[in-house]
Nanobody, 124 residues
Framework: QVQLVESGGGLVQAGGSLRLSCAAS????????MGWFRQAPGKGREFVAA????????DYADSVKGRFTISRDNAKNTVYLQMNSLKPEDTAIYYC?????????????????WGQGTQVTVSS
């Protein structure tokens, strides 16, 4: 079992930045594919960013490309999401996810482990 805990969310003005963290504990293994997803009020959960086990392959939703960056520090069992140039439409609960079985990374909701989420609110 792996437990994921997100942190770093908050209220920020449009154009600002936040860095989300996702700390893994329990049966930690640096060789997990990791993903970030978000869910806005009244909408489904959507893919934001993902990274493979080695950290040398990433993918992003078109809506965040060039603004968000996913990274990982395996020594700290932590994955980050740096969010720059935030927009009001980025407002959502952000979730991190981990899966040991993906050969690369996933963009769907079939990750094995999920965090509880952290709220990001961007004011206009």
């Amino acid at each position: 079992q792996v437990q994921l805990v997100e942190s770093g969310g908050g209220l920020v003005q449009a154009g600002g930045s936040l860095r989300l963290s996702c700390a893994a504990s329990g049966r930690t293994d640096p060789n997990y594919a990791m993903g970030w997803f978000r869910q806005a009020p009244g909408k489904g959960r959507e893919f934001v960013a993902a990274m493979n086990r080695r950290g040398d392959s990433t993918d992003y939703a078109d809506s965040v490309k060039g603004r968000f960056t996913i990274s990982r520090d395996n020594a700290k069992n932590t994955v980050y999401l740096q969010m720059n140039s935030l927009k009001p439409e980025d407002t959502a609960i952000y979730y991190c996810a981990a899966d040991p079985s993906f050969s690369n990374y996933g963009k769907l909701l079939n990750y094995a482990y999920w965090g509880q989420g952290t709220q990001v609110t961007v004011s206009s």
